[in-house]
Structures are given as C-alpha cells and as structure tokens.
C-alpha cells in the first residue's frame, strides 16, 4: 500500500503518499490549514452572501474539509449540496485509523458523520446530517462533464503542480471557472505565480491571501458578476 499515517505539527493525522513522495495536507497542520483555506476563506466567505450553497470539492482524500464543513454548517445555518470528485478513493481501513473527530472535541458527533462520509455510496447524493448531503463521484476532474452543474464553492485541493502540473493548467482551470456561477469562488492552497496567472487568464478575480501555518500565502479567486454590459466582482 502506498499510504501511511502521518501525524502533522498541530496534532491532527494526514496521509503521506509514498508514489508521489507527497502528503494530503501540510506538515505544519492537516486541520490548521483546511479551517484556514477551505472553511474561513472559502466556505465563511460565500456564507457572507447566501445560506444555500453547492459545493464542488477537488479531491475527497482523507475526508477532513468534507468534515469541517459539516461542522462549520452546524454553527451557520445553512443548507449544502457537495460534491467531491475522487478518482482513487482511500481505502477505510485507513480512514478508519484517522481521528479527526477526536481533533474536533466532539467525537460523539463527528466519528459518525466521519463514518457516513467514508460509507457513502458512489454516485449518488445521500443526506450525511440534516443540512449536508453529499455526492461522491469516482472521476477524475479530466472526466468530470459538469453538465448542468452550477457551483458557489470550489474547494480546490488535489495534489501540488509538482505532482499533478495538468490540474494547475489553464485548460483545466477554464473548466472551473466554467463550472462556478456568477460571483463563486475557487479557493486553494497554492499561491505559485503560474497558478494565479492561469487563474486570471481565464477570467477569475484572484486574490493573494495571508496563508495558513507554515505558508506565506494561499489563494482565492472569484468569477466576476456580469451586470448589463459591465462585471462586477465581489473580490473588488
């Protein structure tokens, strides 16, 4: 098997993937980092503007930002739809050994809605809590045809451009934008020059945000809203 636990500087687990010599999140803090990346500038920003929410996650992995945004949607009202795409799922014998809802203090409510995450079947949306329903889709994002499909949220988080330069590319990320409605946002951790050039060159708004433990800088990008003949961007 070419994945082991790791524990990170903040005390919570992530996966090293030995393949690519790559972990699932940083060393400095697997919870650290998705609060500060996906669930503050991500999933907070949008709440600002609206409570019903879909969500296109790239890459489920160990489950932990699908987590976070259960118990992010357990403090704001909100209703979500989430989608995560996830070409090579983590067997459960090894989400299994993660404990991220000891992390989390309530363990008596995340373990379970850890466990249904992970349980889940494919393909099809099913309701983990009250407000949180998700759809796992056994698809690379290559694959992904996105018919019909309108996103307020993109968690962009598969592995780096070192390891996966085509993700990072601007045809992939001409699909994102493509996918986001008017006003969504993409954020990731990446903040590489490269990166934010192709963000910008198909047409999002991209902003350079103060990084989490460990990083200078993360990255959010927002499609511009088209009023009459003018865009406006929330980003502005």
Not at 102 to 107: D, S, V
Not at 160 to 173: M, R
Not at 212 to 226: F, L, N, Q
């Amino acid at each position: 098997m070419n994945l082991e636990i790791r524990p990170t500087r903040d005390g919570s687990p992530t996966l090293y993937n030995r393949q690519l010599g790559k972990t699932y999140h940083s060393v400095h803090g697997a919870v650290q980092e998705s609060v500060h990346v996906y669930i503050r500038a991500g999933l907070d920003f949008v709440l600002e503007r609206k409570r019903r929410i879909n969500l296109l996650e790239i890459g489920l992995g160990t489950g932990l930002n699908a987590l976070l945004t259960i118990q992010q949607s357990g403090r704001v009202p909100c209703e979500i739809r989430y989608t995560s795409l996830e070409p090579c799922p983590v067997p459960t014998e090894i989400t299994d050994q993660l404990d991220y809802a000891q992390c989390l203090g309530e363990t008596a409510f995340f373990q379970p809605a850890f466990h249904r995450i992970h349980q889940a079947s494919w393909e099809q949306f099913q309701k983990i809590t009250e407000n949180f329903s998700l759809l796992k889709r056994q698809v690379t994002l290559a694959d992904f045809n996105g018919k019909d499909c309108a996103y307020d949220l993109i968690y962009f988080d598969p592995f780096p451009p070192s390891a996966h330069p085509d993700l990072w590319e601007e045809p992939t990320l001409a699909k994102l934008s493509r996918l986001l409605v008017p006003g969504g946002v993409l954020t990731t951790y990446c903040s590489k020059g490269q990166v934010k050039r192709n963000l910008r060159a198909v047409g999002l708004d991209v902003q350079a945000l103060p990084g989490p433990p460990g990083k200078r800088e993360m990255t959010r990008a927002v499609k511009p809203e088209a009023v009459g003949n003018q865009q406006l961007s929330k980003s502005a």
